[in-house]
């Protein structure tokens, strides 16, 4: 699958998803640095693939989305990114971000490649969405076509609402 970097065409790595599509699993390391693993998420699962939190678009999405989660009955909110562990806790402290689970995708970008979502060349993940039933089952997703624009909110949502 091809998406846009700034302007620039790329052809993200990994398996590409699919609504219908189970996922088994994936790994990453939460901010304290002790492993993390979907499978022991239960439950309905948001999943947000942020290119970085340090960025003006990153921020505002996982602000507005840890905002939502308050508001969404049997729903976890977690956002992947490359950012290293230590930068994610950092950034969390500083935006008042409580209500969604971080967790950092740079050691084995084993996210990366188990949602198609990985940027090669720039070693980031493109911005994503992916909704998650009790049983792993992609319900919605988005691979936001220029990586440096916001994903459509409403979408999402409605998804998560329904």
Wanted: with cysteine.
């Amino acid at each position: 699958m091809k998406v846009t970097f700034a302007g620039n065409p790329v052809e993200l790595v990994g398996t590409e998803i699919h609504v219908g599509d189970t996922i088994a699993n994936f790994t990453a390391v939460k901010n304290d640095l002790t492993p993390f693993s979907l499978s022991k998420i239960k439950g309905k699962k948001l999943i947000l693939a942020v290119p970085s939190l340090d960025t003006s678009v990153c921020d505002a999405e996982v602000r507005r989305f840890n905002q939502e989660a308050t508001k969404l009955k049997d729903v976890t909110v977690i956002v992947v990114s490359m950012d290293l562990p230590f930068a994610q806790a950092r950034w969390c402290g500083a935006a008042g971000v409580e209500n969604v689970i971080t967790v950092s995708d740079y050691k084995d970008r084993n996210f990366a490649h188990t949602f198609g979502a990985y940027l090669p060349n720039v070693g980031l993940i493109a911005r994503s969405i992916f909704l998650l039933d009790e049983n792993n089952k992609v319900t919605y997703l988005e691979y936001v076509p220029e990586v440096t624009d916001h994903p459509n909110y409403e979408a999402a949502l409605k998804a998560v609402r329904a």
